[in-house]
């Protein structure tokens, strides 16, 4: 377990809603990351964070915001779901950057009807 | 730019044969090399890395994997599989910046 939580766990939200999914860690890394899982993409990276206030864009970053007020908090914010924003996503820590291995939630399902 | 290719996206096998997941990558750079597992319903785990030295790595649950750099190969293998071993294998790749790019994902299936 390397404390991580998200929250929340599922949730089912309509087209044009603002979603906000938390992820909090205890364990001071300084690298957070939000990945969405899609069936036949694997995973793809939304955004990530290399520090307080300190957040880049990944490959997939359209329609999606982040913001890291705090080190052991990561929010990751759609501003106006779409449904093709229905997806698994995780969020990830990593001690520091490159070599070492990322940490992974236990996941969000969001289904944007 | 670095890649991740598996090139198999399902792989059935009966219980206690071995297995091999194949992994390739493209890049410029030195990298390091991670495999992953995801058990149904749940996040990803990490099942070993290649940082430097030894090519041949091993990891838990009995797995290794074996770096070919002339290949750009990083495949795992597990001389015997057991059910429990049934989930989803990703390969990722880093080159020692922010992010690690994953592979889609191999789906391994245990026959009874």
Known sequence: ?113 | AQSVTQLDSQVPVFEEAPVELRCNYSSSVSVYLFWYVQYPNQGLQLLLKYLSGSTLVKGINGFEAEFNKSQTSFHLRKPSVHISDTAEYFCAVSKGDDKIIFGKGTRLHILP
């Open chain 1, 1 to 113: 377990d390397a404390g991580i939580t998200q929250s929340p766990r599922h949730k089912v939200t309509e087209t044009g809603t603002p979603v906000t999914l938390r992820c909090h860690q205890t364990e001071n890394h300084r690298y957070m990351y939000w990945y969405r899982q899609d069936p036949g993409h694997g995973l793809r990276l939304i955004h990530y964070s290399y520090g307080v206030k300190d957040t880049d864009k990944g490959e997939v970053s359209d329609g999606y915001s982040v913001s890291r007020s705090k080190t052991e908090d990561f929010l990751l914010t759609l501003e106006s779901a779409t449904s093709s924003q229905t997806s698994v996503y995780f969020c990830a820590i990593s001690f520091d950057r490159g070599s070492y291995e990322q940490y992974f939630g236990p996941g969000t399902r969001l289904t944007v009807t």
